[in-house]
């Protein structure tokens, strides 16, 4: 798997590289941020059963929980040890500042200024979005909803920083995202009609259009689609409800 993955990666030209620690394998931008690590961690090197398999970190799907409980294992382990700061997500656009591990409350974008832990959400198709500054990061959970309410530019405004780069992660795109004629409109009409084609919605180019709103100078796409590629990713429209969940995530460094 990973000497084909590979292989397309240089064959498109993109701007993300495959990275692994024991089993569990992820993508990463490339070039990577100074001063932060970012994580986009795919399916592959868990012990979850089909449909889940393998690497799902879900409790809210019917997995076995103790699977889960290795998953995440696993994952920290490859985030160097490294706890993480989550919220319940509700598909909004509230943000929570936090300063350490654990649940953060009922939001869908976290950011910190603190070091030795990481802040992460779970996908299966809605956008990840890590934002990194000098200062502080952020991490951000944006559906179509999160978008249309602007959740990722909310995030960026949040951060004491002035040098903010986002790196948008695997998710559905417009190659594989079909809405109805009235969502495809009303995106349309707030970040522009090139973010849609007949009803086919990029979530990713709104998000862009809205971080370059609020003056992020740098926005790296890695390009990935969950749709496409079921090989490496969760995919809810694609795989339906019993799928699991891949989990992104970001990291100041010391």
């Not at 409790?59 to 160097?80: C, F, G, L, Q, S």
């Not at 030795?116 to 959970?141: N, Q, R, T, W, Y």
């Not at 040098?163 to 998710?171: D, L, M, T, V």
């Amino acid at each position: 798997m990973r000497n084909r993955v590979e292989s397309e990666r240089r064959e498109s030209g993109a701007n993300w590289t495959l990275g692994s620690a024991g089993e569990v394998a992820y993508v990463a931008p490339e070039p990577g941020p100074e001063g932060a690590r970012v994580w986009f961690f795919t399916r592959k090197g868990g012990v979850s059963e089909s449909p889940f398999d393998s690497l799902n970190i879900s409790t809210k799907v019917p997995d076995d929980p103790d699977a889960v409980a290795e998953n995440r294992a696993r994952i920290r382990d490859a985030m160097y040890g490294r706890e993480s700061a989550w919220v319940r997500q509700v598909a909004g656009d509230k943000v929570v500042r936090v300063s350490g591990a654990g649940l953060a409350g009922e939001a869908d974008a976290l950011v910190t200024d603190g070091e030795g832990f990481s802040l992460v959400v779970a996908i299966a198709d809605c956008v990840p979005v890590a934002l990194v500054g000098d200062k502080e990061v952020g991490m951000v959970h944006s559906g179509w909803r999160g978008t249309i309410a602007e959740i990722s530019a909310k995030a960026a405004q949040e951060m004491d920083d002035t040098n903010i780069r986002a790196y948008i992660g695997p998710c559905i795109r417009q190659c594989c995202y079909e809405v109805s004629e009235e969502l495809a409109d009303r995106f349309a009409e707030r970040f522009g009609p090139e973010v849609v084609e007949d009803r086919y919605l990029s979530l990713p180019d709104a998000i862009r259009r809205n971080l370059e709103e609020v003056g992020v100078g740098e926005v790296h796409d890695l390009g990935l689609c969950t749709g496409c590629r079921p090989d490496l990713f969760f995919s809810h429209r694609k795989q339906g409800p019993r799928t699991g969940r891949n989990l992104a995530a970001v990291a100041r460094l010391p």
